[in-house]
Protein backbone atom coordinates (compact mmCIF):
# COMPACT_ATOMS: atom_id res chain seq x y z
CA UNK A 1 0.00 0.00 0.00
CA UNK A 2 1.06 3.06 -0.99
CA UNK A 3 2.06 5.70 2.06
CA UNK A 4 0.99 8.85 1.03
CA UNK A 5 3.33 11.62 1.36
CA UNK A 6 3.32 15.08 0.50
CA UNK A 7 4.76 15.01 -2.95
CA UNK A 8 1.94 14.56 -5.56
CA UNK A 9 -0.29 16.50 -4.00
CA UNK A 10 0.43 19.62 -6.45
CA UNK A 11 2.70 21.62 -4.05
CA UNK A 12 5.50 23.90 -5.26
CA UNK A 13 9.08 22.22 -4.58
CA UNK A 14 10.16 25.41 -2.35
CA UNK A 15 6.68 24.60 -0.04
CA UNK A 16 7.14 21.06 -0.43
CA UNK A 17 10.99 22.01 1.07
CA UNK A 18 9.25 23.81 4.15
CA UNK A 19 7.25 21.02 4.63
CA UNK A 20 9.62 18.40 5.09
CA UNK A 21 11.66 20.62 7.36
CA UNK A 22 8.90 21.08 9.82
CA UNK A 23 9.51 17.46 9.95
CA UNK A 24 6.13 16.35 8.76
CA UNK A 25 6.04 13.36 6.52
CA UNK A 26 2.65 12.31 6.28
CA UNK A 27 -0.49 15.20 5.19
CA UNK A 28 -3.17 14.44 7.32
CA UNK A 29 -6.40 13.57 5.76
CA UNK A 30 -7.94 17.13 5.23
CA UNK A 31 -4.84 18.22 3.78
CA UNK A 32 -4.29 14.89 1.55
CA UNK A 33 -8.03 15.84 0.12
CA UNK A 34 -7.90 19.46 0.32
CA UNK A 35 -4.14 20.40 -1.20
CA UNK A 36 -4.85 18.94 -4.53
CA UNK A 37 -8.13 20.73 -5.06
CA UNK A 38 -7.41 24.54 -3.56
CA UNK A 39 -3.91 24.58 -5.71
CA UNK A 40 -5.99 24.19 -8.75
CA UNK A 41 -8.28 27.51 -8.01
CA UNK A 42 -11.17 25.47 -7.25
CA UNK A 43 -13.44 26.46 -4.19
CA UNK A 44 -13.34 24.35 -1.30
CA UNK A 45 -15.78 23.60 1.88
CA UNK A 46 -13.75 21.78 4.42
CA UNK A 47 -15.61 20.31 7.77
CA UNK A 48 -12.88 19.63 9.76
CA UNK A 49 -12.72 20.49 13.71
CA UNK A 50 -9.03 22.04 14.77
CA UNK A 51 -6.73 19.83 15.30
CA UNK A 52 -7.10 17.53 12.15
CA UNK A 53 -4.09 20.14 10.30
CA UNK A 54 -6.56 22.02 7.93
CA UNK A 55 -4.58 25.27 8.35
CA UNK A 56 -2.05 23.63 6.45
CA UNK A 57 -4.68 21.97 3.78
CA UNK A 58 -5.33 25.81 3.00
CA UNK A 59 -1.78 27.91 3.67
CA UNK A 60 0.57 25.30 1.67
CA UNK A 61 -1.92 25.42 -1.39
CA UNK A 62 -2.15 29.10 -0.69
CA UNK A 63 1.97 29.58 -0.96
CA UNK A 64 1.91 27.84 -4.05
CA UNK A 65 -0.59 29.85 -5.68
CA UNK A 66 0.53 33.04 -4.79
CA UNK A 67 4.36 32.47 -5.54
CA UNK A 68 3.51 34.42 -8.70
CA UNK A 69 2.45 37.69 -8.83
CA UNK A 70 3.31 40.60 -6.62
CA UNK A 71 1.22 42.18 -4.15
CA UNK A 72 0.07 46.11 -4.26
CA UNK A 73 0.50 49.12 -1.62
CA UNK A 74 -3.44 48.59 -0.04
CA UNK A 75 -5.04 45.98 -2.35
CA UNK A 76 -3.96 42.52 -0.48
CA UNK A 77 -3.83 39.49 -2.23
CA UNK A 78 -5.60 37.08 -0.65
CA UNK A 79 -7.38 37.00 3.32
CA UNK A 80 -7.80 35.03 5.89
CA UNK A 81 -10.38 36.07 8.19
CA UNK A 82 -10.21 33.97 11.72
CA UNK A 83 -12.61 34.41 14.27
CA UNK A 84 -10.35 35.58 17.42
CA UNK A 85 -6.88 37.07 17.33
CA UNK A 86 -5.03 34.12 18.70
CA UNK A 87 -6.37 32.00 15.80
CA UNK A 88 -5.32 34.69 13.03
CA UNK A 89 -2.12 34.89 15.14
CA UNK A 90 -2.11 31.69 14.89
CA UNK A 91 -2.58 31.31 11.17
CA UNK A 92 0.54 34.00 10.56
CA UNK A 93 2.72 31.95 12.35
CA UNK A 94 2.35 28.91 10.02
CA UNK A 95 2.67 31.39 7.25
CA UNK A 96 5.94 31.64 8.33
CA UNK A 97 6.71 28.53 9.00
CA UNK A 98 5.41 27.41 5.51
CA UNK A 99 6.44 30.36 4.12
CA UNK A 100 10.22 30.31 5.19
CA UNK A 101 11.29 29.83 1.24
CA UNK A 102 9.09 32.38 0.09
CA UNK A 103 9.36 36.48 0.55
CA UNK A 104 5.91 36.79 1.39
CA UNK A 105 4.43 39.65 2.89
CA UNK A 106 1.69 39.00 5.94
CA UNK A 107 -0.10 41.49 7.16
CA UNK A 108 -2.01 40.57 10.56
CA UNK A 109 -4.87 42.71 11.44
CA UNK A 110 -6.14 42.28 14.45
CA UNK A 111 -7.98 44.28 17.35
CA UNK A 112 -6.04 45.13 20.81
CA UNK A 113 -2.67 46.78 19.07
CA UNK A 114 -2.19 49.52 16.93
CA UNK A 115 -3.79 50.40 13.83
CA UNK A 116 -0.30 52.31 12.62
CA UNK A 117 1.95 49.68 12.54
CA UNK A 118 -1.11 47.40 10.36
CA UNK A 119 -1.50 50.64 8.00
CA UNK A 120 2.30 50.62 7.06
CA UNK A 121 2.09 47.01 6.08
CA UNK A 122 -0.69 47.26 4.27
CA UNK A 123 1.24 50.44 2.74
CA UNK A 124 3.89 47.58 1.86
CA UNK A 125 1.65 45.38 -0.33
CA UNK A 126 0.15 42.25 1.17
CA UNK A 127 0.78 39.05 -0.46
CA UNK A 128 -1.25 37.50 2.83
CA UNK A 129 -3.54 39.32 4.73
CA UNK A 130 -5.48 37.49 8.29
CA UNK A 131 -7.77 39.30 10.03
CA UNK A 132 -10.59 39.41 12.79
CA UNK A 133 -13.38 40.76 11.12
CA UNK A 134 -14.10 43.48 12.98
CA UNK A 135 -10.78 44.91 12.90
CA UNK A 136 -10.61 43.84 8.95
CA UNK A 137 -13.85 46.60 8.74
CA UNK A 138 -12.24 49.36 11.16
CA UNK A 139 -9.28 49.59 7.98
CA UNK A 140 -11.73 49.36 5.26
CA UNK A 141 -13.42 52.37 6.67
CA UNK A 142 -10.73 54.54 7.53
CA UNK A 143 -10.18 53.82 3.76
CA UNK A 144 -6.35 52.16 4.49
CA UNK A 145 -7.49 48.98 2.21
CA UNK A 146 -9.22 48.16 -0.69
CA UNK A 147 -10.49 44.34 -1.47
CA UNK A 148 -11.04 44.23 -4.93
CA UNK A 149 -7.32 42.79 -5.78
CA UNK A 150 -7.84 39.59 -3.54
CA UNK A 151 -7.72 36.61 -5.36
CA UNK A 152 -8.00 33.91 -2.39
CA UNK A 153 -10.90 33.93 0.30
CA UNK A 154 -10.77 31.51 3.41
CA UNK A 155 -13.14 31.45 6.04
CA UNK A 156 -11.57 29.80 9.10
CA UNK A 157 -13.80 28.45 11.79
CA UNK A 158 -16.82 29.36 10.20
CA UNK A 159 -18.98 28.33 12.76
CA UNK A 160 -17.19 30.02 15.27
CA UNK A 161 -18.24 33.29 13.39
CA UNK A 162 -21.45 32.50 13.87
CA UNK A 163 -21.31 31.76 17.53
CA UNK A 164 -19.82 35.38 17.98
CA UNK A 165 -22.43 37.04 15.94
CA UNK A 166 -19.60 37.90 12.97
CA UNK A 167 -22.16 36.46 9.92
CA UNK A 168 -23.30 40.04 9.18
CA UNK A 169 -19.22 41.17 8.83
CA UNK A 170 -18.66 38.47 6.61
CA UNK A 171 -21.71 38.91 4.39
CA UNK A 172 -20.68 42.91 4.52
CA UNK A 173 -16.74 41.46 3.76
CA UNK A 174 -17.62 38.90 1.05
CA UNK A 175 -19.44 41.82 -0.71
CA UNK A 176 -16.35 44.37 -1.00
CA UNK A 177 -14.70 41.21 -2.37
CA UNK A 178 -14.25 40.70 -6.35
CA UNK A 179 -16.57 37.69 -7.71
CA UNK A 180 -13.83 35.90 -9.24
CA UNK A 181 -11.64 34.24 -6.80
CA UNK A 182 -11.36 31.26 -4.92
CA UNK A 183 -13.25 30.57 -1.29
CA UNK A 184 -11.28 28.38 0.85
CA UNK A 185 -14.57 27.51 3.59
CA UNK A 186 -13.56 25.61 6.56
CA UNK A 187 -15.92 24.60 9.39
CA UNK A 188 -15.87 22.17 12.13
CA UNK A 189 -20.29 21.94 11.93
CA UNK A 190 -22.61 23.08 9.72
CA UNK A 191 -25.36 24.86 10.89
CA UNK A 192 -28.43 26.28 8.24
CA UNK A 193 -26.68 29.91 8.84
CA UNK A 194 -23.21 28.38 7.63
CA UNK A 195 -24.82 26.79 5.10
CA UNK A 196 -26.79 29.70 3.89
CA UNK A 197 -23.35 31.21 3.93
CA UNK A 198 -21.66 28.34 1.33
CA UNK A 199 -24.27 28.61 -0.94
CA UNK A 200 -24.41 32.48 -1.71
CA UNK A 201 -20.72 32.81 -1.49
CA UNK A 202 -18.59 29.35 -2.70
CA UNK A 203 -18.88 28.58 -6.52
CA UNK A 204 -18.97 24.78 -6.43
CA UNK A 205 -17.04 23.84 -3.88
CA UNK A 206 -15.31 20.62 -3.30
CA UNK A 207 -16.92 19.22 -0.44
CA UNK A 208 -14.85 17.29 2.09
CA UNK A 209 -15.45 15.97 5.56
CA UNK A 210 -12.75 14.09 7.51
CA UNK A 211 -14.36 13.76 11.22
CA UNK A 212 -17.64 13.64 11.92
CA UNK A 213 -18.28 17.11 13.52
CA UNK A 214 -18.55 17.28 16.92
CA UNK A 215 -17.18 13.82 17.92
CA UNK A 216 -14.50 13.45 20.62
CA UNK A 217 -10.92 12.42 19.28
CA UNK A 218 -10.06 8.57 20.29
CA UNK A 219 -6.94 9.43 21.63
CA UNK A 220 -8.63 11.57 24.60
CA UNK A 221 -9.43 9.38 27.79
CA UNK A 222 -11.93 10.94 29.16
CA UNK A 223 -12.93 10.69 32.78
CA UNK A 224 -15.78 12.81 35.27
CA UNK A 225 -16.03 13.55 38.74
CA UNK A 226 -19.52 13.60 40.70
CA UNK A 227 -19.55 15.81 42.77
CA UNK A 228 -23.26 16.08 43.99
CA UNK A 229 -23.75 19.26 45.22
CA UNK A 230 -20.43 20.42 45.32
CA UNK A 231 -19.61 24.34 46.48
CA UNK A 232 -17.01 25.98 44.13
CA UNK A 233 -14.32 25.63 46.82
CA UNK A 234 -14.84 21.88 47.10
CA UNK A 235 -14.30 21.75 43.24
CA UNK A 236 -11.25 23.72 44.11
CA UNK A 237 -9.96 21.18 46.41
CA UNK A 238 -10.71 18.12 45.01
CA UNK A 239 -8.82 19.59 41.05
CA UNK A 240 -6.03 19.82 43.48
CA UNK A 241 -5.59 16.88 44.21
CA UNK A 242 -6.64 15.73 41.05
CA UNK A 243 -3.60 17.74 39.75
CA UNK A 244 -1.55 16.00 42.71
CA UNK A 245 -2.41 12.78 41.92
CA UNK A 246 -1.84 12.98 37.97
CA UNK A 247 0.82 13.53 36.63
CA UNK A 248 0.33 16.14 34.61
CA UNK A 249 2.68 17.97 32.22
CA UNK A 250 0.60 20.90 31.87
CA UNK A 251 -2.80 21.61 31.59
CA UNK A 252 -5.70 24.01 30.66
CA UNK A 253 -8.40 24.41 33.39
CA UNK A 254 -11.89 25.44 31.52
CA UNK A 255 -14.44 27.54 33.66
CA UNK A 256 -17.26 28.90 32.13
CA UNK A 257 -17.35 32.46 33.81
CA UNK A 258 -14.41 35.31 33.73
CA UNK A 259 -15.43 35.28 37.32
CA UNK A 260 -14.35 32.11 37.82
CA UNK A 261 -11.11 31.90 35.78
CA UNK A 262 -9.65 34.91 38.21
CA UNK A 263 -10.68 33.21 41.25
CA UNK A 264 -9.52 29.70 40.16
CA UNK A 265 -6.21 31.60 38.84
CA UNK A 266 -5.88 33.38 42.43
CA UNK A 267 -6.45 30.05 44.16
CA UNK A 268 -4.05 27.71 42.23
CA UNK A 269 -1.57 30.52 42.58
CA UNK A 270 -2.08 30.67 46.49
CA UNK A 271 -1.46 26.97 46.65
CA UNK A 272 1.73 26.83 44.95
CA UNK A 273 0.85 25.59 41.46
CA UNK A 274 2.39 27.42 38.51
CA UNK A 275 -0.63 29.19 37.33
CA UNK A 276 -2.08 31.40 34.63
CA UNK A 277 -5.44 33.09 33.55
CA UNK A 278 -7.05 33.74 29.99
CA UNK A 279 -10.29 35.36 29.19
CA UNK A 280 -12.11 37.90 27.06
CA UNK A 281 -11.44 41.11 29.19
CA UNK A 282 -7.79 40.72 29.53
CA UNK A 283 -5.91 43.22 26.88
CA UNK A 284 -4.64 41.25 24.03
CA UNK A 285 -0.78 41.98 25.04
CA UNK A 286 -1.17 39.93 28.58
CA UNK A 287 -3.42 37.52 26.01
CA UNK A 288 -1.01 36.63 23.90
CA UNK A 289 1.72 37.01 26.51
CA UNK A 290 0.22 34.72 28.83
CA UNK A 291 -0.39 32.22 25.82
CA UNK A 292 2.99 32.42 24.93
CA UNK A 293 4.35 31.65 28.92
CA UNK A 294 1.97 28.42 28.52
CA UNK A 295 3.01 27.64 25.08
CA UNK A 296 6.99 27.15 26.19
CA UNK A 297 6.29 26.20 29.58
CA UNK A 298 7.06 28.86 31.74
CA UNK A 299 3.31 28.63 32.77
CA UNK A 300 2.42 24.96 33.58
CA UNK A 301 -1.57 25.74 34.35
CA UNK A 302 -3.71 27.82 32.24
CA UNK A 303 -6.83 29.00 34.07
CA UNK A 304 -9.51 30.00 31.03
CA UNK A 305 -12.59 30.32 29.58
CA UNK A 306 -14.11 29.27 26.36
CA UNK A 307 -11.52 31.83 24.79
CA UNK A 308 -9.30 29.23 24.86
CA UNK A 309 -11.77 26.35 24.01
CA UNK A 310 -11.24 27.11 20.32
CA UNK A 311 -8.68 27.03 17.68
CA UNK A 312 -6.02 27.36 19.92
CA UNK A 313 -2.83 24.90 18.77
CA UNK A 314 -0.75 24.62 21.98
CA UNK A 315 0.69 21.16 21.20
CA UNK A 316 1.44 19.02 23.48
CA UNK A 317 -1.04 19.97 26.06
CA UNK A 318 -1.53 16.69 28.46
CA UNK A 319 -4.64 17.85 30.36
CA UNK A 320 -7.60 19.21 29.97
CA UNK A 321 -10.02 19.75 33.40
CA UNK A 322 -13.47 21.45 33.15
CA UNK A 323 -13.44 23.22 36.42
CA UNK A 324 -16.98 23.08 35.28
CA UNK A 325 -18.94 21.87 32.66
CA UNK A 326 -19.82 23.74 29.56
CA UNK A 327 -22.81 25.04 28.57
CA UNK A 328 -23.17 23.48 25.42
CA UNK A 329 -22.11 19.73 24.53
CA UNK A 330 -20.28 21.01 21.92
CA UNK A 331 -18.11 23.36 23.63
CA UNK A 332 -16.90 20.37 25.23
CA UNK A 333 -15.83 19.00 22.06
CA UNK A 334 -13.85 22.14 21.57
CA UNK A 335 -12.31 22.22 25.15
CA UNK A 336 -11.17 18.52 25.26
CA UNK A 337 -10.05 18.74 21.55
CA UNK A 338 -6.92 21.09 23.22
CA UNK A 339 -5.71 17.63 24.18
CA UNK A 340 -4.88 15.03 22.28
CA UNK A 341 -3.62 17.14 19.09
CA UNK A 342 -2.41 15.44 16.09
CA UNK A 343 -3.03 11.84 17.31
CA UNK A 344 -0.91 12.59 20.64
CA UNK A 345 -3.03 11.16 23.27
CA UNK A 346 -4.38 13.34 26.04
CA UNK A 347 -6.47 12.88 28.60
CA UNK A 348 -9.47 15.23 29.97
CA UNK A 349 -11.48 15.41 33.54
CA UNK A 350 -14.70 17.03 34.12
CA UNK A 351 -16.03 17.89 37.27
CA UNK A 352 -19.63 17.35 37.22
CA UNK A 353 -22.30 18.72 40.24
CA UNK A 354 -25.90 17.72 40.01
CA UNK A 355 -27.11 21.27 38.21
CA UNK A 356 -24.81 20.05 35.20
CA UNK A 357 -25.97 16.51 35.00
CA UNK A 358 -28.81 17.75 31.90
CA UNK A 359 -25.43 18.93 29.69
CA UNK A 360 -23.75 15.37 30.38
CA UNK A 361 -26.66 12.94 29.07
CA UNK A 362 -25.76 15.20 25.81
CA UNK A 363 -22.39 14.52 26.31
CA UNK A 364 -22.89 11.13 26.55
CA UNK A 365 -24.57 10.97 23.63
CA UNK A 366 -21.94 12.37 21.71
CA UNK A 367 -19.30 10.19 22.75
CA UNK A 368 -21.72 7.50 21.80
CA UNK A 369 -20.23 5.31 25.09
CA UNK A 370 -21.22 5.52 28.58
CA UNK A 371 -18.66 7.67 30.78
CA UNK A 372 -15.67 6.68 32.68
CA UNK A 373 -16.99 7.72 36.14
CA UNK A 374 -14.37 8.24 38.84
CA UNK A 375 -15.64 7.31 42.32
CA UNK A 376 -19.28 7.81 43.27
CA UNK A 377 -21.35 7.98 39.51
CA UNK A 378 -24.55 9.56 39.60
CA UNK A 379 -27.37 7.46 40.08
CA UNK A 380 -30.89 7.86 38.00
CA UNK A 381 -32.20 9.56 41.47
CA UNK A 382 -29.69 12.08 40.89
CA UNK A 383 -31.03 12.73 37.17
CA UNK A 384 -34.44 13.00 38.62
CA UNK A 385 -33.57 15.73 41.44
CA UNK A 386 -31.64 17.45 38.87
CA UNK A 387 -34.29 17.93 36.29
CA UNK A 388 -36.86 18.68 39.54
CA UNK A 389 -34.32 21.32 40.97
CA UNK A 390 -34.49 22.86 37.30
CA UNK A 391 -38.15 22.83 37.30
CA UNK A 392 -37.85 24.85 40.86
CA UNK A 393 -35.99 27.35 39.60
CA UNK A 394 -38.17 27.83 36.64
CA UNK A 395 -41.49 27.74 38.54
CA UNK A 396 -39.69 30.58 41.21
CA UNK A 397 -38.33 32.99 38.36
CA UNK A 398 -41.77 32.33 36.61
CA UNK A 399 -41.16 31.47 32.84
CA UNK A 400 -37.96 31.57 31.96
CA UNK A 401 -34.66 30.29 34.01
CA UNK A 402 -33.07 33.50 34.06
CA UNK A 403 -30.34 32.90 36.23
CA UNK A 404 -28.47 30.78 34.17
CA UNK A 405 -27.46 31.26 30.59
CA UNK A 406 -29.33 29.01 27.94
CA UNK A 407 -27.58 25.80 27.58
CA UNK A 408 -30.85 24.58 25.48
CA UNK A 409 -29.59 23.38 22.14
CA UNK A 410 -26.60 21.47 21.46
CA UNK A 411 -25.16 24.18 19.99
CA UNK A 412 -25.35 25.81 23.14
CA UNK A 413 -28.23 27.80 21.79
CA UNK A 414 -29.46 30.45 19.85
CA UNK A 415 -27.14 33.20 18.63
CA UNK A 416 -29.40 35.99 21.36
CA UNK A 417 -28.69 33.25 23.80
CA UNK A 418 -24.71 33.58 22.87
CA UNK A 419 -24.66 36.65 22.89
CA UNK A 420 -26.71 37.24 26.33
CA UNK A 421 -24.22 35.02 27.58
CA UNK A 422 -21.37 37.08 26.67
CA UNK A 423 -22.79 39.92 27.93
CA UNK A 424 -23.55 38.60 31.29
CA UNK A 425 -20.13 37.61 31.56
CA UNK A 426 -18.34 40.78 30.58
CA UNK A 427 -20.92 42.19 33.13
CA UNK A 428 -18.87 40.02 36.12
CA UNK A 429 -16.23 41.71 38.11
CA UNK A 430 -13.29 39.62 38.81
CA UNK A 431 -13.27 39.34 42.81
CA UNK A 432 -10.43 38.13 44.79
CA UNK A 433 -9.46 34.65 46.05
CA UNK A 434 -10.03 36.13 49.05
CA UNK A 435 -13.51 37.37 48.85
CA UNK A 436 -14.66 34.26 47.20
CA UNK A 437 -12.49 32.34 50.82
CA UNK A 438 -14.44 34.37 52.67
CA UNK A 439 -18.08 33.49 51.52
CA UNK A 440 -17.35 29.94 51.20
CA UNK A 441 -17.77 27.69 53.87
CA UNK A 442 -14.58 26.90 56.21
CA UNK A 443 -12.73 24.22 53.77
CA UNK A 444 -13.06 20.37 55.03
CA UNK A 445 -10.39 19.87 57.79
CA UNK A 446 -7.51 18.21 55.83
CA UNK A 447 -7.52 15.92 58.83
CA UNK A 448 -11.36 14.46 57.84
CA UNK A 449 -9.92 14.20 54.22
CA UNK A 450 -9.16 10.61 53.20
CA UNK A 451 -5.77 10.51 53.10
CA UNK A 452 -4.18 9.62 50.10
CA UNK A 453 -2.73 5.90 49.78
CA UNK A 454 0.03 3.94 48.72
CA UNK A 455 -1.80 3.56 45.53
CA UNK A 456 -2.01 7.13 44.72
CA UNK A 457 1.53 7.11 45.26
CA UNK A 458 1.84 4.80 42.03
CA UNK A 459 -0.47 6.81 39.63
CA UNK A 460 2.28 8.33 37.80
CA UNK A 461 0.91 7.54 34.40
CA UNK A 462 -0.60 10.45 32.82
CA UNK A 463 -3.80 9.14 32.39
CA UNK A 464 -6.81 8.00 35.01
CA UNK A 465 -6.47 4.55 35.27
CA UNK A 466 -9.98 2.91 36.84
CA UNK A 467 -8.15 0.65 38.39
CA UNK A 468 -6.33 2.55 41.07
CA UNK A 469 -9.22 5.32 42.00
CA UNK A 470 -7.45 7.94 44.30
CA UNK A 471 -8.83 7.33 47.92
CA UNK A 472 -10.48 11.08 47.76
CA UNK A 473 -12.49 10.03 44.75
CA UNK A 474 -14.08 7.75 46.65
CA UNK A 475 -15.37 10.30 49.34
CA UNK A 476 -18.74 10.29 49.70
CA UNK A 477 -20.92 12.73 47.48
CA UNK A 478 -23.18 15.21 48.99
CA UNK A 479 -26.29 14.92 47.62
CA UNK A 480 -29.61 17.03 48.05
CA UNK A 481 -31.40 16.46 51.10
CA UNK A 482 -34.80 14.95 50.65
CA UNK A 483 -37.70 17.87 50.53
CA UNK A 484 -38.92 19.07 53.81
CA UNK A 485 -41.60 16.65 55.41
CA UNK A 486 -45.42 17.04 54.44
CA UNK A 487 -46.17 17.87 57.89
CA UNK A 488 -44.25 20.79 58.34
CA UNK A 489 -46.20 21.70 55.32
CA UNK A 490 -49.41 21.36 57.36
CA UNK A 491 -48.64 23.25 60.66
CA UNK A 492 -47.22 26.28 57.94
P1 LIG B 1 -4.45 22.47 13.00
O1 LIG B 1 -5.64 21.58 12.89
O2 LIG B 1 -4.14 23.15 11.75
O3 LIG B 1 -4.57 23.40 14.18
O4 LIG B 1 -3.15 21.54 13.28
C1 LIG B 1 -3.04 20.75 14.43
C2 LIG B 1 -1.59 20.36 14.72
O5 LIG B 1 -1.14 19.37 13.80
C3 LIG B 1 -0.58 21.49 14.63
O6 LIG B 1 0.31 21.37 15.74
C4 LIG B 1 0.18 21.23 13.37
O7 LIG B 1 1.48 21.75 13.43
C5 LIG B 1 0.16 19.72 13.31
N1 LIG B 1 0.24 19.19 11.95
C6 LIG B 1 -0.27 19.75 10.84
N2 LIG B 1 -0.03 18.97 9.77
C7 LIG B 1 0.63 17.88 10.21
C8 LIG B 1 1.15 16.72 9.58
N3 LIG B 1 1.02 16.51 8.27
N4 LIG B 1 1.77 15.81 10.35
C9 LIG B 1 1.87 16.00 11.69
N5 LIG B 1 1.41 17.08 12.35
C10 LIG B 1 0.79 18.02 11.62
Not at 2 to 9: A, K, Q, R, Y
Not at 213 to 219: C, F, I, L, V
Not at 391 to 401: E, F, I, T, V
Request: charged share 30%.
Amino acid sequence: MDIPSFTGLGLSSKVEDAVTASGYTTPTPIQAQAIPVAVTGLDVLGIAQTGTGKTASFTLPMITRLETGRARARMPRSLILAPTRELAAQVAQAFEKYGANHRLNVALLIGGVSFDEQEKKLDRGADVLIATPGRLLDHFQRGKLLLTGVEILVIDEADRMLDMGFIPDIEKICSLLPPRRQTLFFSATMPPEIQRLVDTFLKNPVKIEVAKPATTAKTIEQTFCFCGEGEDWEKRELLRELIRAHNVKNAIIFCNRKRDVSILFKSLTKHGFNAGALHGDMDQTSRMDTLEKFRSGEITFLAASDVAARGLDIPDVSHVFNFDVPWASDDYVHRIGRTGRAGREGCAATLVTIDELKIIKEIEGINGEALNWQGDAPTEQDFEEAGKKKRRRRGAKGQSDSSRPSRGTSRGGSNRSRQRRQSENDNEQPITVDDAERHAKPARAASKRPKRNAADAEFPSGGFSPDAIPAFLQRPVRRPKPPAKRAKVVNE
